[in-house]
């Protein structure tokens, strides 16, 4: 069976083909999670395999999800030991919608403590790993996700983001990673984080299995209330039209960063303008703006989510939390305390009304806006412990489309000096995630992504 | 002359007997349930799960405010208001800080307005059970749409607190949003007390510094008493020279007395902040006209139009409208009358009057139907079939009994035949008509 390193798209057309069944298929990602699962800690819980044949868009297509979805009978932790013995009895939205397209749960992955880092260090089950270099960080939160399309553990998998966390560790891991517009993809039964920021989105090996897994888990949903009723895009008919665009750079997002990061983006801009796309510099509100909008409005919003954990139900009491919950809760309590919302939350949303004022303003004069996605590539295990604040750092590029909710999409643009992934980010307009697809899927066709995703599972042959 | 003033303030929380919960498809019908079977992830509070406002709470709850005068906000918000406690699942509780959907409203009774602060909605929280050794949580009550209602603190006795709360019970019945049970729970009352010791007379003094909140009462004259007793408690402390601590106090109905629960210190930092889960609710122009178009006639209208179009006196028309089936059902019977026109020997103005003498002094029972009613009203109004020879008989009786009665009315005091009357109607045990009656004891008496 010739399976490694395909996408979904193929796996479907094999399924089709009976060159495999569906049963084989699971298999084989089965054995692979048992066979380096040890190595990268990406999954934390197996889902049992069916015998049934599903039907459907993904019809019998494997996928990992990260643990902060909550699935029906399977235990679901958002990596924390306060939920260490949580079975959900209700599916999330997205679980519900993906099991409706066919696709078949192998498990939840790891990631950091509810969404909490940039690394998935501070998950209680132990860091998952770069399969790059284990010694390094897969980048967080959805790390474990990340991971397991990077070894090809699993061909799609669900992530979540709040600034950053499907992007960065995309980023890191060298594959797809998409943030859609906030409220695309219905937020019911993911463990909340920042409320008025998370996004669940794909991580995949393809800019297409992205919009495919896209259109199965986007749309409006009567249990979300912030979830839009705008109709969901074709966006793997839209992503193949040639289009010519109007590219965006803004020096706000090219400074501070790394030589290796700033030359492989540079590249990626090269092959953007030699297919035609018209480049145009704007000016954006410095990035570092939106980090302290997003401290804030995150740490009040953590503070008040993980509220409900009050040791009264779930088995495991408040002393189960670890450092970096208790650090936000605190933080986040103080900032909504009696006297202080005005001058932090209250004005922190002023901002942020600024930040998304800004973001339409120059959507007026360009398609897309593209930046790298991280400023480094992946650090090594333990850098993130010794700065509170690292992740949120590390997550700069990512902060402006978090807070102000417009999509984007890491992709890989090559490998560093170190041999590590570089991602570069295309950012869209509010609900344009079909014109971030369409210039991520040019840009694969003409590179092939540099095989950056093919050097990845290449590690991992057997 | 100085003398004590009470200022109270009013807090009333309002449980709306909607289909469904205020935030999920639960059903809200949670009374005498068995605990925790109406209940999902949204009202447990479940990792994940997120609020959905139920359109008819916003829409009641509106129509309350509207119902009590207020000024409905076209831009309206929830928000999260955090403490922790085991009947609170998810550690806050969704309610309205700053931009409640009501505020500003008044309501009128008898010749006084009392100023309505603000209407606001929000979610009921589940029920403790303690038993021995443990407590348990019954969560069928999480989450239930709960209006508050908070007054100006215009209240100076505890009569007109009770006359207010007696007619906001009739008002949100006519509404048909909530039984407003008080046994049941449906509705929950909640004084703030303060008292200036010595007042000048001035009309708009300034408040005093302090006041406690009454809560765990359960009935309108539990409210009197218990403001009863706070002020008494409260003038004795402003004696000393002592200001009231501001406090929470219970109030114990069997030893009619109120006990401190908690006290200023202990006050939470709710920490608010907009309900991210929930958007802003807007409201166009039209939108709230169309949820106004089904505020009913109110009983203060009601009265209102009784005495002048149906002549009723003011006592009656109060009493037949305190009950929104009732007053329906007179005018029901009233329109009724119309079809056996002309009602021999009665003016047609006396009907409405005649018709509510019958249902208030349940002549008639008003559980029959209106044809019903008025075939055994015509009945009534029939002249009465009189025992003449009987009548002779008695009024010569009360005639001999009563020479007082007889020498007064000879000495033209004329109130005294309605008194002989009476003790006549006595005699013939009621069976007479009014009308012959008089007429033959003038005739008896003149002789």
Not at chain 1, 81 to 100: A, G
Not at chain 2, 242 to 259: A, D, S, V
């Amino acid at each position: 069976m010739d399976i490694l390193g395909k996408s979904a798209v193929e796996l479907l057309e094999s399924l089709k083909k009976k060159e495999f069944s569906e049963k084989e298929l699971f298999a084989y990602f089965h054995k692979r999670i048992e066979r380096y699962n040890s190595k990268f800690n990406a999954f934390l819980t197996l889902a049992e395999s069916t015998d049934e044949n599903h039907e459907g868009p993904l019809g019998g297509i494997p996928f990992a999800m990260k643990d902060n979805f909550c699935t029906k009978g399977v235990r679901t932790t958002a990596s924390s030991k306060v939920l260490e013995h949580f079975i959900p009895p209700y599916d999330s939205t997205v679980t519900i919608r993906m099991n409706q397209s066919g696709a078949v749960l192998q498990g939840k992955t790891n990631m950091d403590a509810w969404a909490h880092g940039s690394s998935t260090e501070t998950s209680d089950f132990g860091p998952s790993k770069n399969p790059w270099n284990t010694d390094r960080a897969p980048g967080g939160s959805s790390g474990g996700s990340a991971a397991a399309i990077s070894a090809y553990l699993s061909p799609i998998a669900i992530g979540s983001e709040t600034a950053g966390s499907i992007r960065q560790p995309a980023a890191w891991c060298g594959v797809v990673g998409l943030k859609p517009t906030y409220g695309r993809v219905p937020r019911y039964g993911v463990v909340a984080m920042g409320s008025s920021l998370d996004c669940p989105g794909p991580m995949t090996i393809t800019a297409e299995d992205a919009a495919l897994v896209l259109e199965v888990i986007a749309g409006n949903d009567s249990y979300d209330a912030t979830s839009s009723p705008v109709p969901v895009g074709s966006y793997r008919k839209e992503m193949k039209k040639k289009r010519k665009m109007t590219i965006g750079i803004a020096d706000e997002y090219m400074e501070n960063i790394s030589d290796d990061v700033k030359k492989r983006v540079d590249e990626a801009i090269e092959i953007f303008k030699k297919q035609g796309h018209t480049i145009k510099k704007v000016k954006l509100i410095s990035p570092k703006y939106a980090i302290s909008v997003y401290t804030i409005i995150q740490r009040a919003e953590v503070s008040s989510n993980l509220a409900r954990y009050d040791g009264i139900r779930y088995g495991n009491d408040r002393t189960h939390f670890g450092q970096e919950a208790k650090r936000r809760i605190m933080l986040g309590a103080y900032t909504l305390s009696y006297g202080y919302y005005d001058a932090f939350y209250k004005k922190a949303q002023q901002v942020r009304t600024l930040i998304i004022e800004d973001f339409k303003r120059v959507f007026n004069e360009v398609d897309v806006i593209v930046s790298p996605t991280t400023p480094v590539t992946a650090l090594k295990l333990g850098e993130f412990e010794k700065y509170p604040f690292f992740g949120e750092v590390m997550d700069i590029l990512n902060e402006g489309a978090a807070v102000s909710g417009i999509p984007a999409i890491n992709i890989p643009c090559g490998l560093d000096s170190q041999k590590l992934p570089v991602g570069l980010q295309i950012m869209g307009n509010y609900f344009d995630e079909s014109t971030i697809l369409n210039l991520a899927y040019q840009f694969e066709k003409e590179t092939n992504y540099f095989d950056v995703i093919k050097k990845g599972f290449e590690r991992y042959k057997e | 002359m100085k003398q004590q003033y009470p200022v109270i303030g009013l807090e009333i929380h309002v449980e709306l007997k909607t289909d469904s919960k205020m935030f999920c498809q639960c059903s809200a019908d949670y009374f005498g349930k068995k605990p925790n079977t109406h209940v999902c992830p949204v009202c447990l509070g479940m990792p994940g799960a997120l609020p959905v406002p139920n359109r008819q709470a916003i829409e009641w709850a509106i129509l309350i405010g509207k119902a009590l005068g207020c000024t409905i906000n076209k831009i309206s918000k929830f928000d999260r208001k955090h403490y922790f406690y085991p009947d609170l699942p998810k550690g806050y509780q969704i309610s309205q800080y700053d931009e409640p959907f009501c505020v500003n409203g008044a309501v009128a009774i008898k010749e006084k307005t009392f100023r309505i602060h603000r209407v606001h909605l929000e979610e009921d929280t589940g029920k403790l059970i303690h038993g021995e050794n443990k407590t348990l949580v019954d969560f069928n009550r999480s989450s239930v749409p709960l209006v508050e209602i908070v007054t100006e603190p215009d209240f100076h006795n505890s009569d007109d607190v009770r006359a207010f709360l007696e007619e906001l019970q009739v008002i949100i019945r006519y509404l048909n949003v909530s039984d407003a049970d008080m046994e049941k729970g449906s509705m929950r009352l909640e004084p703030n007390i303060s008292l200036i010791l010595n007042h000048d007379g001035s009309p708009d003094p300034e408040l005093p510094k302090y006041k406690v909140e009454v809560k765990n009462i359960n009935s309108f004259r539990y409210v009197k008493d218990a403001i009863e007793y706070e002020l008494k408690r409260q003038a004795e402390i402003l004696e000393t020279g002592e200001l009231p601590p501001q406090e929470t106090r219970g109030y114990n109905e069997t030893k009619g007395i109120t006990y401190s629960q908690r006290s200023k210190e202990d006050a939470h930092d709710y920490r608010y902040f907009p309900e991210p889960d929930i958007p802003p609710i807007v409201f166009t122009e039209k939108q709230l006209e169309q949820i106004f178009e089904s505020l009913p006639e109110l009983p203060g209208e009601k009265i209102i139009r009784y005495k002048t179009q149906y002549k009723l006196r003011p006592q009656d028309a109060f009493i037949i409208t305190r009950n929104r089936t009732t007053a329906d059902y007179f005018e029901h019977v009233v329109h009724e009358f119309e079809k056996h026109r002309p009602v021999s020997n009665h003016e047609v103005e006396d009907i409405p009057q005649k018709v509510a003498n019958y249902i208030i002094n349940k002549k008639i029972p008003v559980d029959v139907s209106a044809e019903e009613f008025v075939r055994q009203a015509l009945e009534l109004m029939a002249p009465k079939q009189t025992d003449t020879k009987l009548l002779d008989e008695m009024i010569a009786k009360v005639v001999g009994a009563n020479p007082k009665a007889v020498e007064d009315y000879n000495k033209g005091k004329q109130n005294s035949i309605m008194f002989l009357m009476g003790q006549v109607m006595k005699e013939m045990k009621g069976k007479a008509d009014a009308q012959t009656v008089k007429n033959e004891l003038i005739k008896i008496l003149s002789k």
